[in-house]
């Protein structure tokens, strides 16, 4: 099937773990994105990636470093996790032409104990 | 800066009725405007969008929405809803320029029996 798909689906971690999120995109697009969704279900972008080059870096924490090493991956490692961490996070991707409007990954829960 | 209002965290509707979910969009420049759906603990799913031309937009599920520059809004709209129709939905909006898409804070659409 063609998707945006993220792994894992749900991740419980204790407070100064280190974890990752992967995401794979099969559309042929070429620029993906990492966006947060807090608990009062507000969207915010984090990173956004074109052809492997960071395009979009919101004011996110350093421990918060997004990886490409193609077009069609973005994965997310967050470093010494925090309470407020805790958050859906949701990959998605879109052409690089504007206006297309973006294919969403069906989100990784990130739970911090 | 872009910024997206949705003035209804939550529209509460019986089922069978019309349902106008609101979105206002502030921008000095030319945008593109989405209205996106996101059903329990899923990921978004793009309902609609207006890129140009006619101000009317039809999207799946029988949702339309009306571009209106003057009054800068994108109104969602359903003549009867179903109680699957029960979710969040986003307006979002980017501008010719970049593919920075910026959400709303979400209307939660409760459909009754």
């Known amino acids: 099937d063609t998707a945006v798909s993220q792994t894992p689906k749900y991740l419980v971690t204790q407070m100064g773990n280190d974890k990752s999120i992967k995401c794979e995109q099969n559309l042929g697009h070429d620029t993906m994105y990492w966006y947060k969704q807090d608990s009062k279900k507000f969207l915010k972008i984090m990173f956004s990636y074109n052809n492997k080059e960071l395009i979009i870096n919101e004011t996110v924490p350093n421990r918060f470093s997004p990886k490409s090493p193609d077009k069609a991956h973005l994965n997310l490692h967050i470093n010494s996790l925090e309470l407020g961490d805790s958050a859906v996070y949701f990959c998605?991707?879109?052409?690089?032409?504007?206006?297309?409007?973006?294919?969403f990954g069906s989100g990784t829960r990130l739970t911090v104990v | 800066a872009q910024s997206v209002t949705q003035l209804d965290s939550q529209v509460p509707v019986f089922e069978e009725a019309p349902v106008e979910l609101r979105c206002n969009y502030s921008s000095s420049v030319s945008v593109y405007l989405f209205w996106y759906v996101q059903y329990p603990n899923q990921g978004l799913q793009l309902l609609l969008k207006?890129?140009?031309?006619?101000?009317l937009v039809k999207g799946i599920n029988g949702f339309e929405a009306e571009f209106n520059k003057s009054q800068t809004s994108f109104h969602l709209r359903k003549p009867s809803v179903h109680i699957s129709d029960t979710a969040e939905y986003f307006c979002a909006v980017s501008d010719q320029n970049t593919d920075k898409l910026i959400f709303g804070t979400g209307t939660r659409l409760q459909v009754f029996p």
């Open positions: 207006y890129l140009s031309g006619s101000t």
């Open positions: 998605a991707s879109s052409h690089s032409e504007t206006g297309y409007g973006y294919t």
